[in-house]
């Protein structure tokens, strides 16, 4: 996972009390809340699992072919002037002021 422009990474390989800490974290899912004494000044929150990418089987490349063509008999101008035409109507009541 990228980190916003704002957030500073920080190394607590040599922090073993913290790095339980994160491993909570991470096998629960669970957030926790930072005290020191009765003020809470931060919070451990688990970041998403990236997903692994999975092989693609026969049946996948079969249901992509299937697609192929699956327009053909769109009338693609139409429906470019469809979309235009409901971007210009709003879905929204007016604004009394």
């Known amino acids: 996972m990228t980190l916003g422009s704002e957030m500073t990474p ?3 390989a040599n922090m073993p009390e913290l790095i339980r800490l994160v491993e909570e974290v991470r096998a629960t899912g669970e957030s926790r809340v930072l005290c020191r004494d ?4 931060a ?3 688990p970041l998403r699992k990236s ?4 092989e693609k089987t026969k ?7 299937s697609a192929a063509g699956s327009w053909r008999d769109v009338d ?7 979309i235009y035409q409901s971007r210009r109507k709003s879905s929204r ?3 009394n002021l």
């Open 38 to 41: 009765a003020e809470e000044v």
């Open 51 to 54: 997903r692994t990418k999975r």
């Open 93 to 95: 009541p007016p604004v």
């Open 43 to 45: 919070m451990l929150v």
């Open 76 to 82: 693609t101008d139409r429906l470019v002037k469809d």
């Open 10 to 12: 920080i190394d607590i």
């Open 59 to 65: 049946a996948d490349w079969e249901a992509f072919l």
